[in-house]
């Protein structure tokens, strides 16, 4: 592919603070996103969007006319790659906002340079923001933009078409890849045939296709031919009491109560992890959002870019989520990142989401630093962790020749942190400039021009 820097236009180029054909960020500690020990005082050339060059700082020249970055004391990961996002916001009385604007704006900021969105409530409107970011002329990362949800009648959300049947499932695949969607999710109450239907019309078009299910299991999911499953294992009905086929159960809440009553190295947990991996199914995890129905976490970061009334309404949740000391997460979440932990031990791909969607709260950027967090918090080394958010979720979206980790070759999408992530992922908040495929931005430029309007567009 030829190499070339993304383009920049005019309404991007406030947020850019680096743009220049040759660039060298020199005396930096490398994290290369592969699971690989961090390597010292490295210098890495950019060259027209791609990494030119990588290694020792002693043994790599600087060509003439490069603009120099001295960074020392701070790191370079690859630029995140997190696969269950949203442009979208819950903003009352059943409706979802659309956020294409301004959470496209703060995913960058946060470091995630890659995205797949998880579903989407408005139509087009993803789709031609991932288009347009692609052409320079809105800032973001790139987007694998996912249709509308595949769902079966029974959620009632007036944003989403209920599938009258498998051949409207055939039909709806087929009329949004035509649109430009390059991905597809399964959602609660689909059956399992308007399943197999769906993941048959993606993969005859190269797509794939995720799903947060209820009413298909595990197991008739990866039969079914998904490809991956969002919520780790918090959305798993394969065990289930009384589990009637093509039926969501409590919508949703007795897969979580399974689960938490649930040993994941019990043998039919583990049978059904071995299937998982035979069937080559992924598994994303997104604790971040399961935190914030979990009483005795920290409030999450970064409220203050949301429209004031969207803030205080998420505030009143918080609190009201630390009085229920009856919630089912309390046992749930910690349950949850022992299975992640285990499915990984099993041999599965486990890849990283946020969900900035369910009661609110979670702001985009912030939510995928916090979403690394919690999987050190579950058990994954630092730099596992940062795989997982980088190179895997790369791999899965098909781009892992091209992105994910920092290697010769590939885009120069990176991100410069303050601090040194493999000693404390808390270092991933330190966010200093994002590049995309060349291109250096300044996320504070990002996070003020969104300050307080988050829920307006
Ligand atoms: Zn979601």
């Given at each position: ?185 399964a959602y609660m109450n689909i059956s399992r045939d308007a399943l197999r239907v769906s993941a048959r019309e993606a993969h005859a078009r190269g797509l794939k296709i995720t799903g947060h299910l209820c009413s298909v299991t595990y197991r008739e999911a990866a039969d079914a031919g ?214 250096g931005y300044d996320p504070q430029a990002l996070i003020e021009s969104v300050r307080g309007k988050a829920g307006l567009w």
């Amino acid at each position: 592919m030829e190499a070339q820097r993304a383009p920049v236009g005019p309404s991007t180029r406030s947020y850019v603070r680096f743009d220049t054909a040759v660039l060298a960020l020199t005396n930096v500690r490398v994290i290369d996103g592969t699971g690989a020990a961090p390597r010292e005082a490295h210098t890495i050339i950019v060259r027209d969007g791609r990494i030119a060059a990588l290694g020792p700082s002693a043994g790599v020249s600087v060509p003439a006319g490069a603009q120099v970055l001295d960074l020392s004391g701070k790191s370079v990961i690859p630029g995140l790659v997190m696969v269950h996002e949203h442009l979208y916001y819950p903003v009352g009385a059943g409706t979802y906002a659309n956020l294409t604007e301004s959470f496209s704006r703060l995913y960058l900021a946060g470091g995630v340079t890659s995205m797949r969105t998880g579903g989407n409530m408005n139509g087009l409107a993803e789709i031609l923001v991932a288009q347009a970011i692609a052409r320079g002329e809105k800032p973001g990362p790139f987007i694998d933009a996912t249709a509308p949800y595949l769902e079966g009648p029974g959620m009632g959300f007036n944003q989403v078409v209920p599938l009258r049947d498998t051949t409207h499932a055939k039909q709806l695949v087929a009329y949004w890849a035509d649109q430009g969607a390059t991905s597809f999710k399964a959602y609660m109450n689909i059956s399992r045939d308007a399943l197999r239907v769906s993941a048959r019309e993606a993969h005859a078009r190269g797509l794939k296709i995720t799903g947060h299910l209820c009413s298909v299991t595990y197991r008739e999911a990866a039969d079914a031919g998904i490809d991956d499953l969002e919520h780790g294992f918090f959305a798993m009905n394969d065990f289930v009491p009384g589990k009637t086929p093509d039926r969501c159960m409590a919508r949703g809440g007795a897969a979580t109560q399974s689960m938490a009553s649930l040993d994941p190295s019990s043998s039919d947990v583990q049978a059904l992890f071995r299937h998982l991996v035979e069937k080559r199914v992924a598994v994303t995890s997104t604790l971040a959002i399961f935190e914030t129905f979990t009483p005795g976490r920290p409030m999450p970061r970064g409220l203050d870019v949301l429209l004031p009334t969207l803030r205080e309404d998420y505030e009143r949740r918080y609190a009201a989520t630390q009085r229920n000391t009856q919630s089912p997460y309390a046992r749930a979440f910690p349950k949850g990142m022992a299975f992640e932990r285990a499915f990984v031990q099993a041999g599965g791909t486990l890849i990283v989401g946020t969900d900035p969607t369910g009661g609110g709260g979670l702001v985009p950027g912030f939510s995928n630093q916090r979403a690394l967090e919690l999987l050190v918090e579950a058990g994954f080394t630092p730099l596992e962790a940062l795989r997982i958010g980088t190179l895997n979720g790369a791999t899965y979206l098909g781009r892992g020749a091209l992105t994910g980790s920092l290697e010769v070759g590939k885009l120069a999408d990176l991100v410069v942190l303050d601090g040194n992530p493999a000693a404390d992922i808390a270092a991933v908040r330190n966010v200093q400039w994002v590049f995309r495929q060349g291109v250096g931005y300044d996320p504070q430029a990002l996070i003020e021009s969104v300050r307080g309007k988050a829920g307006l567009w």
